[in-house]
Every structure is written in structure tokens, then in C-alpha cells.
């Protein structure tokens, strides 16, 4: 752990160990959809959406077949609320605080998308029927209004290899979904047990033995 005198506690002191952004990191910036953003936007299957709740921030994935989010128009974006696993944690952080921030990711390429904006739960049957798969719709549709955009650049992905085929994890190695609960479980019981302190043993009344009476008579 860092001592406190190692702790950064302002934005001053953060910016003096930085140096000023790229022109380019700037200017990449919009308030809207541009023509390749749009592009990048209908070619991923896969984001991440960072929303804000009363317990703090989470970050879900949703994914599907490319272009499975509409883009209503250069401001506006639809993402369908698939079923899962019912916390509807995102859902129920939008209805909190609307701020979002979505990362897209298309397999193969090292430049990602992120968009910043506001976020509205639509339940118009219209709207969700648009986007009905084998005959089922989505409950609900994230209607997220766009105020910033841009694309970032591919150095972390080319460092961290993620679409290189040698560096997928061995799946075997890797603990499954019931191994994962059953180590939940398992700590609970055992948080448990600490938690319980031992009732004392109440000890027995002693009763006289042949040995004792012995010993008494020779004393």
C-alpha cells in the first residue's frame, strides 16, 4: 500500500506529472456521430456501459450480432436491454443518474470507440420490437443522447494482445461459473462460523471414585 505522502489529492498535482494532451487527442473529440464513428458504432458486437447508481459506479457488458445498437440519428443511439440476470443494475442506475460512458470493442482491431452522453429507458413497443430476435423483443431499449465521441487509440489493446489467437487463456485453467459460486458459498459458511463464538462446556460435578476413597483412607 502507498503512504499517504505518496497519494495524489489534487488535480494540480496531477497535471504537473503529465504533459499537455496531443493535438490530436483533442481533436479527435465530437458531439455527435461522424460518418467513420457511425461505422464503427454498426461493426461492433460488443461494449461496455459505465452508469452511476446510489452505491456507485458499475460497468456491464452487453453484446450481440454487429449493429445489434441502432443508430436513431448523429446524436442518438439504441442499445437493446437484452434478458440476463435480472439485477438490472445499469437500468436501475440510469433511473438514478442518466450520466453514461460506453466503450466499443470490434474483434481484430486495436482502436476502440468510447461516447459519453445521457442515458433514458424506453419501453415504446415499437421501438422495442425493432429489435425482436427469433421472434423475442427486448423489454426494455437504453436511449442514450450523445455529448461527446471519440475514437482511442489502439496501445492498449496491441499491448495487452487481446485479439492475438496465441494469448487466449486456456479455459480449462481457468475457474468455471459453479467453482466460482461454490467459493462464494463456501466463504460465507466460513465467515459464519467465525462470527460464533463456542458456548462454554459446563463442567461436570465430580463424584468419587474407588482410586479417591483409596487415597483417603491411607492418608
Known sequence: ????????????????????????????????????????????????LATIGPDGPDCSPRGDAPGFVKIAD???????????????????NIVHDPRVAIHFLVPGCCESLRVKGKASISIDPVMTASFAVNGRSPRTVIVVAIERVYFHCGKAIRRSKLWDAAQE????????????????????????IGTRRPKPVPAEPRTETTIDRGLTEKA
Open 169 to 192: 487463456a486456456d479455459r480449462p485453467n481457468l475457474p468455471k461459473p459453479n467453482a466460482m459460486l461454490a467459493a462464494i458459498q463456501w466463504q460465507r459458511v466460513r465467515s459464519a
Open 74 to 92: 448523429a446524436k442518438t443511439i439504441l442499445i437493446p436491454n437484452r434478458d440476463g440476470n435480472n439485477r438490472n443494475e445499469s437500468l436501475r
Open 1 to 48: 500500500m502507498s503512504t499517504a505522502e505518496f497519494i495524489v489529492r489534487d488535480v494540480a498535482g496531477l497535471e504537473g506529472l503529465y504533459d499537455s494532451p496531443a493535438w490530436a487527442a483533442v481533436a479527435k473529440e465530437t458531439d455527435e456521430l461522424i460518418a467513420p464513428y457511425k461505422a464503427f458504432v454498426e461493426a461492433a458486437p460488443y461494449l461496455t
